[in-house]
């Protein structure tokens, strides 16, 4: 067995916490967009990029 493998650590999805509040503000607001989505969570303090944003919301 390589040791490539054997130490293989997996990846943490480091956008789970961002989809999870991406997830309540869309269904707490419907009308929202991905760029009113995005404004809520900089007000909120949230520093975050547009297009991550964008790319989330569509998922």
């Known amino acids: 067995m390589r040791t490539s493998a054997f130490r293989y650590q997996p990846v943490t999805d480091r956008n789970a916490a ?3 509040k991406i997830i309540a ?3 707490r607001h419907r009308r929202y967009g991905a760029g009113m989505i995005y404004l809520k969570l900089r007000q909120a303090g949230e520093v975050v990029n547009h297009k991550r944003v ?3 919301y569509a998922e």
């Open 54 to 56: 964008d790319r989330l």
């Open 18 to 20: 961002l989809k999870g």
């Open 25 to 27: 503000l869309a269904q």
